[in-house]
């Protein structure tokens, strides 16, 4: 058994110099841009809709990322979709929401069901994102539920891409086998 398989004739795809760590799992109908990495004990599940990612996304150790299945329930479902330059922090759940470019998606957080999560946004550590709320683009939210704090310094605005170029330079040393 491997820890990238394929579900019902989908195997996940990857983008250049892409690296999974061989304790996550990738299941099904998942697409990986380049230059992502998919740290330890991760889960990213597309079993009964499809996942997104971007360019440059570090997903962080204990992640768990899932889709919510079209039902009579719920007629569409929701797939996940990360845009570019996205890191998600230890522990975070991403589950049927989307998520832009340059996004911090901070430790412990849950973004839930049809959340739609605009660019440059800091979505502080614990916080809970409920079904279907919206997030600016922007500003900082805390708390569980979430609420806007405050708007992003400029500071703030440039750490988006400066995390994420730190995340594909770590990823390249254990794809040289450096992290040995």
């Known amino acids: ?26 299941i099904g109908d998942v697409q990986l841009g380049a230059d992502c990495s998919v740290w330890p004990m991760t889960v990213i599940r597309g079993d009964m809709h499809r996942i997104r990612i971007g360019d440059r996304c570090s997903i962080q150790d ?24 996205v890191t998600v922090g230890h522990k975070a759940l991403l589950h ?4 832009g ?19 440059e946004v800091i979505v502080g550590a614990g916080c809970l994102v409920p079904p279907g709320k919206t997030l600016v683009s922007g500003h900082l939210y805390v708390g569980s539920p979430c609420r806007q704090a405050r708007p992003l ?28």
């Not at 992640?63 to 330059?85: M, Q, R």
């Not at 049927?96 to 998520?99: A, E, K, L, R, W």
């Not at 310094?153 to 992290?179: I, P, S």
Request: aromatic residues 8%; contains cysteine; proline residues 4%.
């Open 1 to 26: 058994m491997t820890n990238v398989r394929s579900h019902k004739g989908k195997t996940p795809q990857f983008g250049d110099r892409t690296w999974v760590d061989p304790s996550a799992v990738v």
């Open 62 to 85: 204990g992640s768990v990322l899932h889709i919510t299945h079209a039902s009579d329930y719920n007629p569409g479902g929701y797939p996940l979709t990360l845009g570019d330059d």
């Open 96 to 99: 049927g929401c989307t998520i």
């Open 101 to 119: 470019s340059r996004v911090l998606v901070g430790m412990g957080a849950i973004i839930m069901d049809g959340a739609v999560v605009e660019d």
């Open 153 to 180: 310094t400029d500071k703030e605005r440039t750490f988006f891409r400066y995390t994420a170029a730190n995340y594909v330079k770590l990823k390249d040393e254990y794809l040289a086998g450096q992290g040995d």
